[in-house]
């Protein structure tokens, strides 16, 4: 669930000093604890709030909570990168090719989905242009056509209801046309990532959940990470969703979170996260090649955030000039205020939910105040 978003980000203090005051890792963790506990006081809703610092060549590894005992949250959009990485699997797999024509693969499905002035681009319409955004398809979850509600909209109005692939695929047809011919331009877009989720079933024979389950949580050892409303965790029992807060209204008992399935319908914990974002990051998920090929940011989502293929990084000096030298964090965020990033010069990664897509500017600037205070320790066995 990612929307557009607008960032103005107020910066002040120790943003303009950059690095003057070195730390050591007593220190940094101290400024870190402040930190969280002073954007914490800023936000209303904060039951669901934490984050998760790992950084071995610093020495932390440090949980930062609002609560004493952290539930599992919804990741929004920060679930793209398992749709992502599934892909990727089956291209590594020889199964699939990143150039690979999504209609020779689903056929009738992409009818009336990619069709500009009058003509239907449906067969040219690739693999990689879907991860990457690129394909020209609109976006169920957020656009919307005139006189007629998103369906970001209709899941907030009918909470009861329960949504299937082939329902949303048809609530595009009868209500968006694509943007732009294949490859001519960029729309961020969760439809896309549906089509890609039906690729998955497609080929691995198995519905979207299962396969993430077999191919990507039980080999990490994320054995508390589930789809709400499509399956449980492997630990199995009870799956309770902590709190979550979309435009105003508290979701996490919503049946119609279902809208979200490929394009980021997975609820995990902090600790389950951690171990996918040092998998995919630092080696054990994908090839080397693969990863070199997602990571080409060529396309601007918005202000200081760019997109490659299926994998975001950050740029804070688009926010402001005096954050240049800031880590270029890779990864990816959900309307929510969740990020799962990594800093690849440092070996640092962040997993963390403010639970609530009123936060996510809160989110960016909590962001940039912590990457400040990673650049400052010097002596981590301080």
């Not at 009058?118 to 005139?146: C, K, P, R």
């Not at 949504?163 to 732009?180: G, K, M, S």
């Not at 600790?271 to 090649?289: H, I, Q, S, V």
């Not at 997602?294 to 000096?317: A, D, H, P, S, V």
């Amino acid at each position: 669930m990612v929307a557009r978003l607008s960032l103005i980000l107020v910066l002040v203090g120790s943003l303009a000093s950059g690095c003057a005051n070195p730390l050591n890792r007593k220190d940094a963790l101290d400024e870190i604890a402040s930190l969280w506990k002073d954007k914490l006081e800023d936000l209303d809703h904060r039951e669901n709030a934490q984050m998760y610092i790992l950084a071995p060549e610093l020495g932390l590894d440090q949980f930062y909570s609002s609560e004493s005992v952290r539930k599992p949250f919804h990741t929004a959009s920060v679930g793209k990168l398992f749709t992502m990485v599934a892909i990727v699997q089956l291209i590594e797999d020889g199964r699939l090719h990143w150039d690979s024509k999504v209609y020779s693969i689903l056929g009738d499905t992409m009818d009336g989905l990619f069709i500009v002035d009058g003509s239907d681009y449906s067969d040219a319409v690739t693999v990689e242009q879907l991860l990457a955004h690129t394909s020209g398809i609109a976006d169920y979850f957020s656009d919307a056509s005139e006189g007629n509600p998103s369906v970001a909209d209709l899941m907030l109005q009918f909470p009861e209801r329960s949504w299937t692939p082939d329902e949303l695929l048809q609530y595009h047809r009868n209500h968006l046309n694509a943007v732009f011919v294949p490859g001519n331009g960029f729309h961020y877009s969760d439809t896309g990532y549906l089509l890609l989720g039906l690729i998955v079933e497609k080929l691995s024979g198995m519905p979207f959940h299962r396969y993430l389950q077999e191919r990507i949580f039980r080999p990490l050892a994320m054995l508390d990470t589930y789809m709400p409303g499509r399956s449980q965790s492997i630990r199995g029992g009870q799956d309770t969703m902590g709190t979550t807060w979309f435009e105003g209204r508290e979701i996490s008992g919503y049946k119609s979170i279902t809208v979200d399935w490929a394009g980021g319908g997975i609820v995990s914990t902090l600790e389950d996260l951690m171990r996918f974002n040092r998998a995919l990051f630092t080696g054990g998920l994908l090839e080397e090649k693969s990863l070199d090929r997602i990571k080409n940011f060529q396309n601007k989502f918005e202000t200081g955030i760019y997109c490659g293929t299926g994998i975001m990084e950050y740029r804070f000096e688009d926010f402001f000039p005096l954050l240049s030298g800031y880590p270029r964090w890779q990864g990816h965020l959900g309307i929510l205020a969740t990020h799962l990033i990594f800093d690849p010069q440092r070996n640092i990664s962040i997993v963390m939910n403010l639970g609530s897509n009123d936060y996510l500017e809160d989110s960016f600037r909590l962001l940039i105040d912590v990457s400040e205070v990673l650049m400052r320790i010097r002596n981590p066995n301080g």
